[in-house]
């Protein structure tokens, strides 16, 4: 039934609009001189398809909450749509939130029924400093990354207090000195570290060769990077495009970051273990990164040399791994998972240390953070909920990102927008509609 769909979907579009009107970007920015902020925030009160149970949730931040004490008023900058933040809201991710009246904080208005706020990645800025709040901690215009998991970063505004551990402040240095971008800072906390962990954690050498497959994921171009910084080479599958010329487009791209080798998914099997030999003297490779699963990555696994091993870490195709038993017993192949969230809460200290290395490392211009696709925060539910929902349909043209600016942030350098794929592609909601849907 798309017609009813469709007609829901704005009816539902619209009551928003027309109750609360559009949110300015004076309005997201600055705290204005009313009694309270208007925020808003993307909510889902049930698991299950985003575009069904995402709702734009507005409420208001009492001013009297918000100079008192130890509190502090965080305004987003930017935030990422992960695929993970997909299977939060479908219900799928190893780590749930829980449904709360309390979800915009302990000082704000409480919501009916309870809701959770999803997003893991973003940047915020410190709008207000409690009159308590040691001014060497936080001030005003410091920029702040979330370190906990599920820290719901789709929102305009965050009131909480100088003491919330799930919150990490970027060095002033390497925003002064080195230039960090929004955007950098935005993407810093999931994918990045991913990459570093992963080539860390399971003992990749400089001469090394790693396969990985998703090479052309946030994850997988940083894996290639990081890899080049360390010597360690890398064999990456990619998925054929549309086209042999945008194939070769993606192969260029990929090489332009340091990747060594670049197959697509047709030359799994025989052709790409003899690119493996030649490529690598005979020595091949005993570490593969995983992250889309199914018969593709069971293919690529044949390819390790004999006591292997696979490290798992996403799981794009949906569909499990069928290792034959000739490759556990004889070629005793083993298999790993890893997740980053799980690392990070056995060794907090470690997640700050990688994440300062990372940010450096950004803001040297020495990781290029992959195409993103930028989608302004005007307030409007249906193009907010799309951008989530069509997320992980289709090829991957850059990261849909929520930006919030400021009147004239996006186009000053600190933001960091590509400036071609930037303007490209700030509609994608609108671009990518099911057909029909218009
Ligand atoms: N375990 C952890 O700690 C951890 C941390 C971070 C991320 N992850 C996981 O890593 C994966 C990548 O995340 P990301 O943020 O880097 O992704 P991303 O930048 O959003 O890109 C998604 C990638 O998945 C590929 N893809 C989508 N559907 C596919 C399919 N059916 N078969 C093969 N490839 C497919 C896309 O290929 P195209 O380029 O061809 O479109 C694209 O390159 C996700 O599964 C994510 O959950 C895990």
Redesign the pocket.
């Known amino acids: 039934m798309p017609f009813l769909r469709l007609a829901l979907r704005h009816a539902r579009a619209s009551r928003v609009v027309s109750s609360r009107g559009f949110a300015t970007t004076r309005t997201l920015g600055l705290p204005g001189s009313g009694e309270a902020i208007e925020a808003q925030a993307l909510t889902f009160s049930e698991f299950g398809d985003p575009q069904k149970v995402l709702r734009l949730t507005p409420h208001k931040i009492k001013r009297s909450a918000i100079s008192t004490g130890n509190s502090l008023l965080l305004r987003t900058l930017a935030a990422p749509v992960?695929?993970?933040d997909i299977?939060v809201v479908q219900g799928t991710y190893g780590a749930l939130p829980r449904f709360i009246p309390s979800a915009f904080g302990r000082n704000v208005e409480s919501v009916e029924p309870p809701v959770a706020i999803p997003g893991n990645e973003g940047v915020f800025e410190v709008l207000e400093a409690g009159v308590d709040v040691d001014k060497e901690q936080y001030a005003p215009g410091d920029w702040v990354l979330p370190v906990g998991s599920g820290y719901g970063t789709w929102r305009t505004h965050v009131l909480t207090t100088s003491s919330d551990t799930k919150l990490w402040k970027i060095p002033s240095y390497i925003r002064n000195s080195r230039g960090l971008t929004v955007m950098q800072a935005a993407t810093a906390t999931?994918?990045p570290l991913?990459a570093l962990k992963l080539l860390h954690t399971f003992g990749a050498n400089a001469g090394d060769w790693v396969l990985q497959?998703?090479a052309?994921?946030?994850?997988?171009r940083l894996v290639i990077q990081l890899a080049k910084l360390n010597d360690i080479k890398t064999l990456n599958v990619?998925?054929e495009r549309e086209t042999p010329r945008e194939t070769e487009q993606l192969r260029g791209a990929l090489q332009a970051l340091g990747a060594d080798v670049v197959v697509t998914d047709s030359q799994l099997g025989r052709e790409l273990a003899q690119i493996l030999k030649d490529v690598s003297g005979g020595k091949g490779a005993k570490l593969m990164f995983d992250?889309?699963g199914g018969s593709?990555a069971t293919s690529l696994a044949k390819s390790l040399n004999p006591d292997g091993k696979v490290i798992t870490?996403?799981?794009?195709?949906k569909k499990p791994m069928m290792p034959g038993a000739g490759m556990l017993i004889f070629k005793g192949i083993t298999f790993e998972g890893?997740?980053?969230?799980k690392w990070g809460e056995r060794f907090p200290r470690r997640k700050k240390e990688s994440l300062e290395y990372l940010l450096n490392q950004m803001a040297s211009g020495n990781l290029q953070m992959?195409a993103t696709a930028p989608v302004p925060w005007r307030g409007d539910e249906l193009r907010l909920v799309d951008t989530v929902g069509l997320?992980?349909e289709g090829?991957?043209r850059g990261?849909s990102v929520f930006v919030f600016p400021d009147d004239g942030e996006l186009d000053k350098p600190s933001f960091g927008l590509d400036a071609q794929l930037g303007k490209a592609v700030v509609e994608i909601g609108h671009n990518e509609r099911p057909e029909g849907e218009k």
């Open positions: 992960n695929p993970a299977n999931v994918n991913t497959n998703g052309n994921s946030a994850v997988g990619v998925r992250c889309v593709a870490y996403g799981a794009m195709s890893f997740w980053v969230s992959g997320t992980l090829k991957r990261k």
